[in-house]
């Protein structure tokens, strides 16, 4: 039996180890300058990352001191994280799966398309009521003023590689025609196309296109290269979490089960 506990005091402390990167991708994805801006998305990731290290902290305790309520305890709880985490990683998969970034010929960068995201990003982040907020949020940042500091001639520029936020918000889109003076300074071509776009677009550092289409198509392109990225990482904690989990329950099993013989053996002597 003790064998049994030593062995899952090692895999809770396994478990604990495979928070680390869960909590390194939630602060990851806090941080970035989109995320700050919708708040909605902000903590999901960190506050599942810490529950997983609170609980595994406590299978640790419950394994070591040989506490099995405190066992059963972190059984039952790191099984609902971890369905937690697989429901979060579908979901994430789905709602990102849609990709309205585009090549833009003799561009270093993408330009991105609204309505070739998912209808569930489009209706929880670019509505009205939100959107207010968001671009208030993206105005206040240093997200395009950075731009400037980063190129200075016009090559430089497009054959950049900047963020789908960047090139949605800080610049007018390609086919509109403006004329490159510097990453937030265009002047006006002579045929605009008739797109609402093109007339957003303004010189003004607080307004830019940040009332544009392409800026909240360049948002969800951010939040969409993000969520990609983390997801790797929860994928490989979750593949860990699991494996863990179904090893400790084994252990769990076979020390109960040696109790109670323990138990029969006594009773019978």
Not at 73 to 101: H, K, N
């Amino acid at each position: 039996m003790g064998v049994s506990n030593n062995i899952t005091a090692v895999l809770n402390f396994t478990a604990l180890l495979a928070s680390i990167p869960i909590i390194g991708a939630g602060v990851w994805l806090a941080s970035k300058q989109d995320n700050e801006c919708i708040h909605n998305f902000r903590w999901h990731v960190l506050v599942l990352g810490l529950l997983v290290l609170l609980v595994s902290l406590a299978g640790f305790v419950g394994a070591y001191w040989n506490k099995q309520g405190l066992l059963a305890f972190y059984l039952c709880c790191m099984a609902i994280l971890i369905a937690l985490l697989l429901f979060l990683l579908a979901f994430a998969f789905i709602v990102t799966r849609p990709d309205g970034t585009y090549h833009v010929p003799g561009r270093g960068f993408k330009e991105s398309m609204l309505y070739g995201f998912s209808p569930w990003l489009r209706n929880h982040v670019t509505t009205s009521h939100s959107w207010y907020k968001i671009k208030t949020c993206l105005a206040d940042s240093n997200v395009c003023i950075k731009l400037t500091e980063d190129y200075v001639s016009a090559d430089q520029f497009f054959k950049s590689h900047v963020s789908p936020l960047q090139s949605g918000c800080c610049k007018p889109p390609t086919y509109c025609g403006y004329n490159y003076v510097n990453p937030i300074l265009w002047i006006n071509p002579v045929n605009t196309i008739a797109d609402p776009d093109c007339y957003l677009w303004s010189n003004d550092q607080n307004q830019l296109c940040y009332d544009c289409n392409a800026c909240k198509a360049g948002l969800l392109g951010n939040l969409r290269e993000e969520w990609r990225k983390a997801n790797i990482i929860l994928i490989v904690a979750v593949i860990v979490l699991i494996s863990v989990h179904l090893i400790t329950c084994s252990a769990f099993k076979n020390a109960q089960t040696e109790d109670l013989f323990r138990r029969y053996k006594r009773g019978w002597v």
